[in-house]
């Protein structure tokens, strides 16, 4: 069984801090990891995957994230926050064999102040 | 190119009605996933399908049903609609399942469902 827990239900920072959102992921057998981000209203769009090879992902818009297995954690960083980066953020977790299917967090909420 | 377009955007039902909502994938994706996202929450996985065969469902109750058809498009269908189906529901495709590293997940917009 695969789980992922995202510490925070919100974040908060002004514009041009650092943001940091947390994951956690729990898996049984080596994991694929990937971030999303959901803005209001709409669908989930992909930032960046972890697909077993450089631990450190690099993803759109400035955010990266770094695997680390002693840690089982997959954190979201992004060096300097802008207004549009508000928005809803997923980690979510699969397996890398069979009919794997997307395991999510319960999300974290990104709100950014001026 | 055209993403993964679901429909409709909106849909009020009553409960114990019937609803089916509809998902397009991306050109040359063969497979399509159902995902339910209850307001505050994660998505949940609801089905997969490959090939218009069912290969995953989610610990969801014998009410939800989906299927494929010829051209990879799917449909899922929900009978006896309670109060708690209120969610977003998301459709993502991809070429294969199984294997993110390449081809990975693309979602639709989705289709909100309110059941009052």
């Known amino acids: 069984a695969q789980s992922v827990t995202q510490l925070g239900s919100h974040v908060s920072v002004s514009e041009g801090a650092l943001v940091l959102l947390r994951c956690n992921y729990s898996?049984?057998?080596?994991?694929?990891l990937f971030w999303y981000v959901q803005y209001p209203n709409q669908g989930l769009q992909l930032l960046l995957k972890?697909?077993?090879?450089?631990?450190l992902v690099k993803g759109i818009n400035g955010f990266e994230a770094e695997f680390k297995k002693s840690e089982t954690s997959f954190h979201l960083t992004k060096p300097s926050a802008h207004m549009s980066d508000a928005a809803e953020y997923f980690c979510?977790?699969?397996?890398?064999?069979?009919?794997?299917?997307?395991?999510f967090g319960k999300g974290t909420m990104l709100l950014v102040s001026p | 190119d055209a993403g993964v377009t679901q429909s409709p955007t909106h849909l009020i039902k009553t409960r114990g009605q019937h609803v089916t909502l509809r998902c397009s994938p991306i050109s040359g994706h063969k497979s399509v996933s159902w995902y339910q996202q209850v307001l505050g929450q994660g998505p949940q996985f609801i089905f997969q399908y490959y090939e218009k065969e069912e290969r995953g469902r989610g610990n969801f109750p014998d009410r939800f049903s989906a299927r494929q058809f010829p051209n990879y498009s799917s449909e899922l269908n929900v009978n006896a609609l309670l109060l708690g189906d209120s969610a977003l529901y998301l459709c993502?495709?991809?070429?294969?399942?199984?294997?993110?590293?390449?081809?990975?997940?693309?979602f639709g917009s989705g289709t909100r469902l309110t059941v009052v």
């Open positions: 993502a495709s991809s070429l294969a399942p199984g294997d993110p590293t390449n081809y990975g997940y693309t």
């Open positions: 979510a977790v699969t397996r890398n064999s069979g009919y794997s299917t997307l395991t």
């Open positions: 898996s049984s057998v080596p994991p694929y």
């Open positions: 972890y697909t077993s090879a450089a631990t």
